[in-house]
């Protein structure tokens, strides 16, 4: 079966620094997506990166960054140069069969605070 | 209006009253999901709509029926609901297609006393 597990129930970092959420996965599919969304305390999930499977590099989007250790069954996520506004939850989520490409399974979430 | 909304932000009801969730997608996709997300549980997939024709059920109770009448639109009905299933109710929708992300609306807070 596929799972998600996220360690760290909360972290906190200084403004300015980077902070490593922690995200392994579990599934015997080849083909999956992996996902990171923020959830700020209005309750909406937001985007922030997706990495494939058979994706070479590793996925940026500007302060965010995906450490995707396939064989370890590892994606982290990088935020570099963390700002107030990044305290939320964070959820590491998975695509991928069985139970369709629509499915999403999503971890148990990490609150990050971010300190001036 | 621009990406997924949802109405109401906040709803209040009893065991006995019957209420809907309504979701709007503006971003032009053809799936359309329901998640609910329980205090200290993961998020849980509820069903799942492509082209307005229902995929997924997640073993949901019946006291939950989804109706999607358009691919931009989907509606959450609820009746005869239990205290326990007070949480955030997410919409989300993207394209029908492997490889495409979800994106969510900014959920429904449901308090069933």
């Known amino acids: 079966a596929q799972k998600i597990t996220q360690t760290q129930p909360g972290m906190f970092v200084q403004e300015k620094e980077a902070v490593t959420l922690d995200c392994t996965y579990d599934?015997?599919?080849?083909?999956?997506?992996l996902f990171w969304y923020k959830q700020p305390s209005s309750g909406e999930m937001i985007f922030l990166i997706y990495?494939?499977?058979?994706?070479?590099q590793n996925a940026t989007e500007g302060r965010y960054s995906l450490n995707f250790q396939k064989a370890r069954k590892s994606a982290n996520l990088v935020i570099s140069a963390s700002q107030l506004g990044d305290s939320a939850m964070y959820f590491c989520?998975?695509?991928?069969?069985?139970?369709?490409?629509?499915?999403?399974?999503f971890g148990a979430g990490t609150r990050l605070a971010v300190h001036p | 209006e621009t990406g997924v909304t949802q109405t109401p932000r906040h709803l209040v009801m009893g065991m006995t009253n019957k209420k809907s969730l309504k979701c709007e997608q503006h971003?032009?996709?053809?799936?359309m999901y329901w998640y609910k997300q329980s205090a200290k549980k993961p998020l849980e997939l509820m069903f799942v709509?492509?082209?307005?024709?229902?995929?997924e059920n997640n073993s949901v109770p019946s006291r939950f029926s989804p109706e999607c009448p358009n691919s931009s639109h989907l509606f959450l009905h609820l009746h005869t609901l239990q205290p326990e299933d007070s949480a955030l109710y997410l919409c989300?929708?993207?394209?029908?297609?492997?490889?495409?992300?979800?994106?969510f609306g900014p959920g429904t807070r449901l308090l069933v006393l």
């Open positions: 971003l032009g996709h053809n799936a």
């Open positions: 599934t015997s599919d080849p083909s999956y997506g």
């Open positions: 989300a929708s993207s394209q029908e297609s492997a490889e495409e992300t979800q994106y």
């Open positions: 709509y492509n082209f307005k024709e229902q995929t």
């Open positions: 989520a998975m695509r991928g069969r069985p139970g369709g490409y629509n499915k999403l399974i």
């Open positions: 990495q494939g499977s058979y994706d070479q």
